[in-house]
């Protein structure tokens, strides 16, 4: 039978365990401090010869050292497995020999941490989550209970004091509580549940303690081939992704490091900032955490787009007009070349010259290689010239030539180098440039569509979209390969354009992906609408597509109400269901206009008064309007966007809705649903991102009608809450 102990410090088992934890942080107080003290440079003169070496040697310190940080608030272990005396240590000498917190007299001890801890013998103390050997902690079950004898999982205050267990007897003889063994793991109930239900304050939080099995499959799936997750709203796909980084630099930490290491994309920097001390708590560090723009950074956003303007911008066929732009560049010369060496001059013509055009043109090359070989080649014809009329040829003739002021410039009017901005500066400012490249690409009105706003004088002046930028990142990938990065894990993927697509494969030649995402919260007018697409413009046809449905964020209630929506904006997709049941959590108020502003803050304040975050989430166009009555009111209010740190700047935040992605809190007040379903194309989308962020409670307040699917049958299936909501 699962048992929770209460929280006691006389409990003495709870006093043996704490007495462990304070081992276990202070042997890894003194691994931080062997790192940190011990000199790893070459030579301390600073020999030139070792000044490259001690460089990285230091790097390396500093990053093993800042691994090795033990965070007060980041319990150091959160479960342990048990196994028959013997399975896992061997007796005698070594690690785990004799009795001692992972020895006992008749079981094995696996404590399961957060990193790996060994004592000043060596012997392990706490085993990294991602060792092969605690996988059972995630998979082991009363059907397989993978040799386990108990699991135990811990709980912790905030401030990391170990205050519970909950016991998991696996064994057959010990399984005797009723519950079918073939009904899988147990899961942690109850400790989960808290989990979940812990308020939110601050940025995200790992998971490692309570991952799920169908998660722990997806964090520790090999590699290769690409991972493609589709997930409901509130499944972990975020927490997934960050895991599963961890994971991977755990099992190919050396192969991802030399292919140029690790990366993940998120929507906007709040979202970053959102999930930014995830991985430094996972004791991983290195990982780039960006967005598409930022990757791809020839120059900043300072404009949107029309809808159909990012549509057809977004859209892959733009690739050929750019691609078709760039190479009619080259242009074979009209005049024979004439080279004087000395008191000779040698001449090739401008048909010899025009066959060598012609056949580097068709050579699957970067632009950029051009007129390296093409120097190379015509300085070639030269040199044949001058062997043949039995001149002598030194060794420096062919780069003497290649340099030569007549054929750089023969070279540079015949293969003219290319800026990737001023290229696409031009062709999306010269209409008849345009219709060169995109005829029978485009159509004349998509032609119209994607020409620039007012007259840029130059591509510093230039006011450059997001989707702008995929198009010179294309360029830019004509011209030369940019570099490549180990593993990219893209999150919210479903709003890529399949320009920014290719963006991001062409960062991953030879590389894999994690890509994560719902087809039901892709707000994006270029968005797709089928991963199968979405992936070929990735470059991986042949990812594998999994499906999370079981939602940890949002209580049922909500998440079925907000499902309504799906027939419309995701008729493929199955709804998801919600692990948390209960009601009471969505309530739903509606207001004579006049009198909005001051039911939602009404709202805001009953919010406040339970625990945890309380997010606002308002039309875009709204966002400061709202944000500055709620502060007139008297109410500490940050707004998303205005600062990096919004999210925990105050535990009151006013959200755009644009910028709702990703991000949750515990209460969500939602104002006025119907001018945020109507202030974009994807107006239905953005509103079911919207109602899916509330851990706990959902107020939905409104003057104008709610969209249709969600108003009249509201009374079914939300009763308790339209009574609640004449209480707001
Ligand atoms: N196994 C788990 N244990 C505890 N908490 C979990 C677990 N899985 C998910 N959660 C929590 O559920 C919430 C939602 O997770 P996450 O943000 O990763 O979901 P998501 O699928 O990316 O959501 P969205 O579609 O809205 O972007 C987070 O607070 C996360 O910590």
Known sequence: MAERLPDSAADPEIRSERAFLAEAR??????????VTTETVQDSAEDADYTFTNRLLRMDRRRRAAELVD?????LFFGRLDYPRGRV????DGPGAGAGPTRAADTDRVYIGRRHVHDGRGTPLVIDWRAPISAAFYRAGPGDPQGVLLRRRYGFSDAAELTAYEDEPLAAAATADGRDPAAGPRLGDELLHAEIERPRTGPMRDIVATIQPEQDDLVRAPIRPTLCVQGAPGTGK??????????????????????????ILGPNRSFLSYIRRVLPALGEVGVRQTTVDELIAPAPVRRADTPEAERVKGDARMAEVIRRDLWSRPQPPEETLVVERGSRRWRVPAAELAEVLDELRARDM???????????RV???????????????EPGTLSGLRRNRAVSAVVRRMWPKADPLRLVLGLLTDPDRLYRAAEGVLTPEEQRAVLLPGRPRGPKSAKWSNADLALIDEATGLVERPDTIGHIVVDEAQDLSPMQCRAVARRCSRGSLTVLGDIAQATAPSAVDRWETLLEHLGQPDARLAVLDRGFRVPAEIIDYAARLLPAIAPGLGRPTGVRQGSGALRIASAAAAERLAVLTAACREALEGEGSVGVITADDEAAAVAGRLRAEGLR???VGESEDALEAERLVCVPATLAQGLEFDAVVVDEPARIAAAEERGLHRLYVVLTRAVTSLRIVHAEPLPPVLEAPAREAVGAADHACRAV
């Open 26 to 35: 202070a042997a890894l107080r003194r691994m931080h401090e062997d790192v």
């Open 238 to 263: 975020t927490a997934v992704g960050l895991h599963r980084i961890a994971y991977l630099l755990y099992t190919e930490r050396d192969r991802l490091r030399r292919d140029g290491g690790v990366a």
């Open 71 to 75: 965070l007060p608030d980041v319990p």
């Open 379 to 393: 300085a070639h014809l030269v040199m044949r010239r001058i062997e043949n009329s039995g001149e002598a040829v």
């Open 366 to 376: 970067a632009y950029g290689a051009g007129p390296g070989l093409l120097a190379q």
């Open 89 to 92: 240590y061997e007796d005698g």
């Open 637 to 639: 209010t940050a707004l």
